[in-house]
């Protein structure tokens, strides 16, 4: 979520995710071959889900579905639309990689033989701003550990322009100095660091 102050060119975007959800998305049942998941899960909505911040997905299988993969479709982290192939777990959880800002349908490509739920991962992408823009302050409210968090030109796995080391401290706060040119994100700037331990929330100001 972007602010922009009044009468300055400086606006500002608040990052912030919560704790990964297992069965967020589609909360267990059986589902048919080449059939979807139902959307239903607690971060659904209308039949689609919109995280909190861009993040990966999760695929619980209660049977084994190694030989199987799971279709998920929505828009990444710069909200343009996008699929991802998962390849299902013998009775356990498939983690994706991409980054899901929505998520409009996940498809079964085969018969599962068990139940299967899918949720929300650790994995997240914060949005500085998805078009050119320079980074002019950071302030950070640490998670519970000690971490790197990457900053992105481009997208979630883009070029690092900057990385900043967060410290232990739940709730306790960083405010890092920031060069008084700024950092330019000439394809827009992404941030990615794990849910919660990590940082608890965000805030970076940029023109």
């Known amino acids: 979520m972007a602010f922009k102050s009044i009468g300055s060119d400086v606006t500002s975007s608040f990052i912030t995710a919560a704790a990964a959800d297992p069965d967020g998305v589609s909360t267990a049942a059986a589902?048919?071959?080449?059939?979807?998941?139902?959307?239903?899960?607690?971060?659904?909505?209308?039949?689609?889900?919109?995280?909190d911040s861009p993040r990966n997905v999760t695929i619980l299988s209660g049977g084994d579905d190694?030989?199987?993969?799971?279709?998920?479709?929505?828009?990444?982290?710069s909200g343009t639309a996008a699929t991802e192939s998962i390849t299902g777990a013998d009775t356990g959880t498939a983690t994706g990689t991409n980054f899901f800002t929505t998520i409009t349908?996940?498809?079964?490509?085969?018969?599962?033989?068990g139940n299967v739920s899918a949720g929300s991962g650790t994995s997240c992408c914060g949005v500085i701003s998805?078009?050119?823009?320079?980074?002019?302050?950071i302030y950070?409210?640490?998670?519970?550990?000690?971490?790197?968090?990457?900053?992105?030109?481009g997208s979630g796995t883009g070029t690092i322009k900057m990385q900043f080391a967060t410290?232990?401290?739940?709730?306790?706060?960083?405010?890092?100095?920031?060069?008084?040119d700024g950092l330019l994100f000439a394809g827009g700037g992404f941030v990615t660091f794990?849910?919660?331990?990590?940082?608890?929330?965000?805030?970076?100001?940029?023109s």
Do not use: K
């Not at 349908?105 to 033989?113: C, E, Y």
């Not at 950070?140 to 992105?152: D, E, L």
């Not at 410290?167 to 008084?180: C, K, L, R, W």
């Open 140 to 153: 950070v409210v640490n998670g519970s550990s000690a971490a790197t968090i990457v900053f992105r030109e």
């Open 66 to 77: 190694s030989a199987i993969s799971f279709t998920v479709a929505g828009t990444d982290e």
């Open 31 to 51: 589902v048919g071959n080449n059939a979807a998941l139902t959307l239903g899960g607690a971060l659904a909505s209308g039949g689609s889900v919109t995280f």
């Open 167 to 180: 410290v232990a401290g739940a709730s306790t706060n960083s405010y890092p100095d920031v060069p008084d």
């Open 105 to 113: 349908s996940i498809t079964a490509v085969g018969d599962p033989a």
């Open 130 to 137: 998805v078009a050119r823009c320079r980074l002019r302050g």
């Open 194 to 206: 794990t849910a919660v331990t990590d940082l608890t929330a965000m805030t970076t100001f940029f």
